[in-house]
């Protein structure tokens, strides 16, 4: 019996996650192929600064002493690291300080209508719970619908492959 169970259980799984298997697997195609071309952009861009270096290093050999070539191309690229540190600094407290008000607004409206939504959604049954006497279940789904609206939607699935995964494991150590 467990057997059957076990593979009608793998079946129905298998069924439903065979949709979201094939969506992770071309979505990771498709950052793997998009890290590989950043990848190959990086090294060349690294090639390119490498060869100005030199160039630059060589052309101030011809005008100065090769000590101080090598000073001005150190300090040319110690300017350029101090402009972009300074770049981004103004630029991430410039975003802390204006994206932080509109974001919590937002999820404050996100929340009340994900509320609103999950109790819509959870009330006939419910109430059909409620009148077949079942108080242990409307008891179960109500937690459950609290603890959705509190996990929201990332935090949910999250715990759901986590169970998942466990409950897995449980069942597999079972049928062994």
């Excluded at 937002?106 to 006939?124: C, F, G, Q, V, W």
């Excluded at 006497?133 to 609206?149: N, P, S």
């Amino acid at each position: 019996m467990k057997d059957f169970l076990t593979r009608q259980i793998h079946t129905i799984v298998g069924s439903a996650v065979a949709p979201v298997e094939a969506a992770g697997n071309r979505l990771v195609g498709m950052v793997v192929r998009i890290a590989s071309i950043a990848g190959v952009a990086v090294v060349a861009l690294v090639a390119m600064l490498i060869c100005l270096s030199i160039a630059l290093d060589l052309w101030l050999t011809d005008i100065a002493s090769p000590i101080v070539a090598a000073l001005g191309v150190a300090g040319f690229y110690f300017v350029v690291a101090v402009i972009c540190f300074i770049l981004l600094m103004a630029r991430s407290t410039k975003a802390e300080a204006s994206a932080q008000p509109p974001r919590l607004a937002e999820t404050a409206k996100t929340d009340t209508r994900l509320s609103a939504n999950i109790e819509e959604t959870i009330s006939p049954f419910v109430e059909i719970l409620r009148q077949t006497g079942l108080k242990r279940e409307e008891v179960a789904v109500r937690l459950a619908a609290e603890a959705t609206k509190q996990l929201g939607p990332l935090g949910l699935v999250g715990l759901a492959l986590t169970v998942g995964f466990l409950c897995e494991r449980a069942i597999d150590a079972r049928c062994k």
